[in-house]
């Protein structure tokens, strides 16, 4: 066989070996591994893991992302999720659906810190989901608002995907931030028009309407929030403002989150052990992902497929943005299997090489930060398609009593709002560049 037709057939191997559910980073590494042999020959793979192994893991680079999920575990010990969705509730709680706004802003906020899709569907879930309950809200929307708002871990910087995928296509980290903040605060505003628009058309879905608190307790309530302001102007503030390193900055939002779970949210030497241990777990999950993801891709760069991919779409002459379409189909057709980052390790260095050769219009760097984002936004879209989208059953793991057609049903407005942002940011490619130009000159 020619080396393209090798890599063809790595590339259905992999899709098997997944199919079969072995697990993701053993389907990459063994394929990738087999491959290699191949194409090269067993001791040039030796030699390639001797060296690759112990660099890719002592990569600064990807030191942020530990720092990141540890920074995420205090501020789920912290309590501050519930302080968050407590404090939204005392100022929408009163609106029709006022309690599912605040769960998305809620989600945003905690987003904000933890980085994590599937962690921030979770530990809203523990307390919204019966709160919403409790007050009559129906199953569908509050299944749905929290499958939805989940998806905003890890849009709303900082973000540990976007960090992998600035790794992977060697962008710049800060820049991606920034890039993702427009369309994150789309993606808010979406949901919020959404739930609005659902419960003008189902009233009885929202429950009771309930009587606005004085301004005076909403003012007290905005208080029990200002430590999670000042993590996030610290953290942001100064890894934009050039004070921190991503990984410094990461470093000094984790420290700081640490001391707010100790002083008022109850952490102890065991809930410290605790989220140690959870932070190492995640951690080594995705070291082996990256490493699987790694050797497949070396293995595949060796038969040349992603070259050749590009230079046959770039002489092709097919349009753009038709291209950009069948990308969206198949990044939400692996959303419904697969979960975000190893979507964006899988496809990444296969795809990107294929949109920078295609003309947008833009200018390099931007049309790699447009790529990044827009990705993301499907990675995440793909991640509530029903039938087997993971934020629904992440869901449907926490409220094991809400049968499936109604979490399939309250994810459907919220399908809408995000093929909604889809649409505009791949119509519009500013929305995702524009902050960085202003920030960043």
Known sequence: MSPVEIG?????????????????????????????????????????????????????????????????????????????FATCNAWVGHRRGGLAISTILGCAGFGAI??????????????????????????????????????????????????????????????????????????????????????????????????????????????????????????????????????EGAAVGAVITGLVAVLFGGLRWRGLVDASLE????????????????????????????THMAEWISAAGIAPYAILIVIIVIYLILGCVMDSLSMILLTVPIIFPAVMALDFGLLPEQQALWFGILTLIVVELGMITPPVGLNLFIISMLARDIPHRDIFAGIVPFLCSEAVRVVLVAAFPTLSYWLVGAVMG
């Open 8 to 84: 063809l057939v790595m590339i259905l191997a992999m899709l098997a070996l997944m199919v079969i559910r072995m697990p993701i980073f053993l389907s990459m590494a063994l394929v990738g591994a087999v491959g290699y042999v191949t194409l090269v020959g067993a001791p040039p793979l030796l030699n390639y893991l001797k060296g690759s192994l112990s660099s890719l893991f002592v990569s600064y680079d990807l030191s942020v992302v530990p720092l990141f999920l540890l920074m995420g575990n205090f501020a789920a010990r912290a309590g501050i999720s519930q302080e968050l």
């Open 279 to 306: 932070t190492a777990a995640a951690t080594a999950m995705i070291c082996a992902i990256v490493f699987g993801a790694d050797l497949f891709n070396v293995a595949l760069a060796l038969t040349r497929v992603p």
């Open 114 to 247: 933890c980085g994590s899709s599937l962690a921030t569907a979770s530990a809203m879930s523990r307390f919204a989901l019966p709160e919403m309950r409790r007050h009559g809200y129906s199953n569908a929307l509050s299944a749905g608002t929290l499958a939805a708002g989940g998806t905003l871990g890890i849009l709303i910087p900082p973000s540990v995907v976007l960090i992998i995928y600035a790794i992977l296509t060697e962008q710049n980290v800060v820049k991606l931030f920034l890039a993702a903040t427009v369309p994150g605060l789309i993606a808010v505003v979406g949901f919020i028009i959404a739930i609005m628009v659902y419960v003008r058309l189902f009233p009885a879905s929202a429950g009771p309407l309930r009587e606005r608190l004085p301004l005076r307790e909403r003012l007290q309530a905005l208080k029990k929030v200002g430590h999670v302001v000042a993590i996030f102007g610290i953290v942001l503030g100064g890894i934009y403002g050039g004070l921190f390193t991503p990984t």
